[in-house]
């Protein structure tokens, strides 16, 4: 067992560090809100502290899910930063969707102070943490991830390095760029089955069998149908998720056109005031449509 600090208590880091807790490990919590960390610590026995610094202060493994490249900076640097409070030797673990760029730069700020750096975005969603069941994709040396794997598992279902740092970082947007094409395609699908008269469960039930089957249309398909948009990852967290793609794109010369037209119908979405949506919520976007023509 070790001694683990974890920043930032959202959806997914409350459970995350939970399960670090349950699992034997010393586990302090920071939160930006305290008194989410105060809730978490009345919840699982652990200790809290004021200030990203305080609990790093020797920690074993420092662990961040926080909300953007700001945020994760602000965690990492300055006098009350993790990287301030962190001893030689311990390992620096992010699991927050951030840029490429601004994990290579912390890598190699952490690097210079004899700290290892793992970039290990998370995917699998609130049901994901909480279950313990999450998808993590690491980039890092192979001896900073060969430490921090057996901590990761507590909360994973499947873990894998898949490069140097910012690879996992890389590998998340894949993942996004995924999701944004299978979110509209689902939508599209089952607003046609309903302009068409069918049972659009019975459809699915059918076709989710075959090769149109996703993950997606699994879980969301129902809460789609109903208009019920609050069971997964919001549409403001996508945008800035998809903003990253769509820059890194630009970098290594790649081309995001579905993701591209994805970005802009989710801004379409916050519109219509759907920024704390979930991603599913393209659907109610296109009924919308479809009224006004009607």
């Known amino acids: 067992m070790v001694k683990i600090a974890f920043l930032g208590l959202g959806v997914m880091g409350f459970p995350m560090a939970g399960h670090?807790?349950?699992?034997?490990?010393?586990?302090?919590?920071?939160?930006?809100?305290?008194?989410?960390?105060?809730?978490?610590?009345e919840t699982h026995s652990g200790a809290t502290a004021a200030t990203p610094r305080e609990a790093a202060e020797g920690a074993d493994f420092v662990m961040?899910?926080?909300?953007?490249?700001?945020?994760?900076?602000?965690?990492?640097?300055?006098?009350?930063?993790?990287f301030a409070g962190m001893a030689e030797g311990s390992v620096f673990v992010d699991h927050t969707t951030v840029s490429a760029a601004v994990t290579r730069k912390l890598s190699a700020i952490a690097d210079g102070k004899g700290i290892s750096f793992v970039d290990a975005p998370i995917s699998g969603g609130q049901a994901g943490a909480e279950n313990g069941a999450l998808s993590i994709m690491c980039g890092?040396?192979?001896?900073?991830?060969?430490?921090?794997?057996?901590?990761?598992?507590?909360?994973?279902?499947?873990?894998?390095?898949?490069?140097?740092?910012?690879?996992?970082?890389?590998?998340?947007?894949?993942?996004?760029?995924?999701?944004?094409?299978?979110?509209?395609?689902?939508s599209e699908g089952l607003a046609f089955a309903q302009k068409a008269g069918?049972?659009?469960?019975?459809?699915?039930?059918?076709?989710?069998?075959?090769?149109?089957?996703?993950?997606?249309?699994?879980?969301?398909?129902?809460?789609?149908?109903?208009?019920?948009?609050?069971?997964?990852?919001?549409?403001?967290?996508?945008?800035?998720?998809?903003?990253?793609?769509?820059?890194?794109a630009d970098e290594v010369g790649a081309s995001l056109p579905v993701t591209a037209l994805v970005d802009q119908f989710y801004r379409d979405v916050q519109s219509m005031g759907g920024g704390?949506?979930?991603?599913?919520?393209?659907?109610?976007?296109?009924?919308?449509l479809a009224q006004v023509r009607e």
């Open 140 to 186: 890092g040396s192979e001896a900073a991830y060969a430490r921090a794997e057996p901590v990761m598992e507590t909360y994973a279902k499947i873990c894998r390095r898949i490069g140097d740092s910012g690879a996992g970082q890389m590998t998340k947007m894949v993942n996004q760029i995924c999701i944004a094409g299978l979110v509209q395609a689902l």
């Open 20 to 41: 670090l807790a349950r699992a034997g490990h010393e586990v302090t919590v920071y939160n930006r809100t305290a008194a989410k960390a105060k809730k978490w610590a």
């Open 276 to 288: 704390r949506w979930d991603t599913s919520s393209l659907i109610r976007r296109l009924n919308d």
């Open 64 to 82: 961040s899910c926080v909300g953007n490249d700001d945020d994760l900076r602000e965690v990492c640097l300055g006098d009350n930063g993790a």
């Open 198 to 248: 069918l049972d659009a469960n019975a459809v699915v039930e059918v076709i989710s069998q075959g090769a149109a089957g996703s993950w997606q249309m699994v879980n969301r398909h129902e809460t789609m149908l109903e208009g019920a948009f609050e069971h997964g990852f919001a549409v403001d967290w996508m945008r800035k998720d998809l903003g990253i793609c769509l820059e890194a």
